[in-house]
C-alpha cells in the first residue's frame, strides 16, 4: 500500500485552458473526496465519492469543474476555462467503508497565469 | 456540522507539552472529535479521534470533558518536527465530509 497519489504535483497553466488532474485511493478504499486548499486556509470540501457515485458536490464546484470516478477506482478533477482565483493546492483524500479516517495525498498545486 | 474554534498559533519550546483546546459548542449526539496536522505542502495527515474523556496513541492524547464542548490534543515532549497547522474538526454527517477551519499553528522552538 502506497497510499493515496496524485498526479501532477505541480500544474502552471494559461487562464482560460483546461486542466485536468488525477487521483489514485488506496486500493480498498471505496470512498474518495476532493478538497481545495488556498494558502493560509484549511482545506475547503470540493466533492465526494462513495464508489463510482458522486454523492455531494459543494456549492464551491461551479460548472467549470467536474469529477469523475468512472470505475470506482482512480478519480479526475477536470477544471474548464480556468481562472486566477482557481490557483490553490488540490487535495484529494480516501477512506474505507468502516473508519472514519481519511487518508489525504500529497496535492496537486495548480498555478493559473 | 460543529463549528469549532481553536487558537490561530501557539508558541513552545523542544521538550515542553503542548495543549491546544478546542471549542465545539454545539456539538451533535454523534458528532466525533477528530484532530489532523498538516505540514507544508502537504496533505493533512489523521492524529486522533474521540468521542468523550480520554483517547491516547502513540502521537497524542486527547481529553473531552463531560459536557463535549470543547476538547484538547496534548502533545508530549514537542520536537521542531511537531511544528506544524493541527486542525479540529466534528465531522459526522451522513457523507463525512471534513469541514476545516483555519487550524492552529504550532511552532516549536529549539
Known amino acids: 500500500d502506497t497510499g493515496v497519489s496524485q498526479n501532477p504535483r505541480h500544474k502552471i497553466t494559461k487562464r482560460g485552458q483546461n486542466v485536468t488532474f488525477r487521483c489514485d485511493p488506496i486500493?480498498?478504499?471505496?470512498?474518495l473526496y476532493w478538497y481545495r486548499q488556498t494558502l493560509g486556509q484549511g482545506p475547503e470540501f470540493l466533492t465526494y465519492f462513495q464508489n463510482e457515485a458522486q454523492l455531494e458536490k459543494s456549492r464551491l464546484l461551479s460548472d467549470r469543474f467536474s469529477a469523475e470516478r468512472p470505475k470506482g477506482s482512480f478519480s479526475t478533477l477536470e477544471i474548464q476555462r480556468t481562472e486566477q482565483g482557481d490557483s490553490a493546492m488540490y487535495l484529494c483524500?480516501?477512506?474505507?467503508?468502516?473508519?472514519?479516517?481519511?487518508?489525504f495525498g500529497p496535492g496537486t498545486r495548480l498555478t493559473v497565469t | 456540522l460543529a463549528k469549532t474554534t481553536q487558537p490561530i498559533s501557539m508558541d513552545s519550546y523542544e521538550g515542553q507539552e503542548v495543549n491546544i483546546t478546542c471549542s465545539h459548542n454545539n456539538i451533535a449526539t454523534n458528532d466525533y472529535i477528530t484532530w489532523y496536522q498538516q505540514f507544508p505542502s502537504q496533505g493533512p495527515r489523521f492524529i486522533i479521534q474521540?468521542?468523550?474523556t480520554k483517547v491516547t496513541n502513540e502521537v497524542a492524547s486527547l481529553f473531552i470533558p463531560a459536557d463535549r464542548k470543547s476538547s484538547t490534543l496534548s502533545l508530549p515532549r514537542v520536537s521542531l518536527s511537531d511544528t506544524a497547522v493541527y486542525y479540529c474538526?466534528?465531522?459526522?454527517?451522513?457523507?463525512?465530509?471534513?469541514?476545516f477551519g483555519s487550524g492552529t499553528r504550532l511552532l516549536v522552538r529549539p
Open positions: 474538526l466534528a465531522p459526522m454527517d451522513s457523507s463525512y465530509k471534513l469541514i
Open positions: 483524500a480516501s477512506s474505507s467503508p468502516i473508519a472514519y479516517e481519511q487518508y
Open positions: 474521540g468521542y468523550k
Open positions: 486500493s480498498e478504499h471505496n470512498r
